[in-house]
């Protein structure tokens, strides 16, 4: 498939089958996903697992769709506020890559923002100087949803002098 037709292929997939994906593949993916751009080549993001413990403890109101794998990503934070935005959306960058990466091998994804509170910072042992982006929760698709209207691109689209 080429990379339009992935792209635009891509779901969110909310229900997973049991199947553990190997692990194996899922470290490829997080190694394809690091080649993300960074602004200075930061590589903000940190990848935890999310084993079964913590995982019932977060209280998902879905229970991330029972996937088989959860992994928590954090993005370091910056020295300055520009330096931190600049981390986040590097961050979001290795997100959609790692999302993309996955789903090129059948290999669905649902990045959620767990409702990011102070508690789920602790539950997580995130450090105080990176931001939770979300939780990925990653599986074999149970079911592929249909693709969700979008605007026409054209409505986004402003023109400067």
């Known amino acids: 498939m080429n990379m339009i037709d992935l792209i635009k292929s891509r779901r969110n997939i909310k229900n997973f089958k049991t199947d553990q994906v190997d692990e194996t593949l899922i470290k490829i993916w997080l190694e394809a996903a690091a080649m993300a751009p960074n602004h ?15 995982r019932g403890k977060l209280n998902h109101k879905t229970n991330f769709g029972n996937a088989p794998t959860l992994m928590a990503v954090l993005s370091r934070h910056g020295a300055t506020k520009v330096e931190a935005e600049e981390n986040a959306a590097a961050t979001a960058c290795f997100i959609q890559n790692f999302n993309l990466a996955a789903w090129s091998e059948g290999v669905g994804t649902f990045w959620s923002s767990i409702g990011i509170t102070e508690q789920k910072r602790a539950l997580l042992n995130v450090p105080d100087n990176y931001d939770l982006l979300g939780v990925l929760a990653v599986g074999y698709p149970e079911m592929i949803p249909d693709p969700k209207p979008r605007t026409p691109i054209e409505n986004k689209l402003k023109y400067l002098p």
């Not at 200075?40 to 913590?54: H, K, L, Q, V």
Request: proline share 13%.
């Open 40 to 54: 200075r080549m930061t590589e903000p993001w940190e990848i935890y697992f999310i084993g079964p413990e913590t």
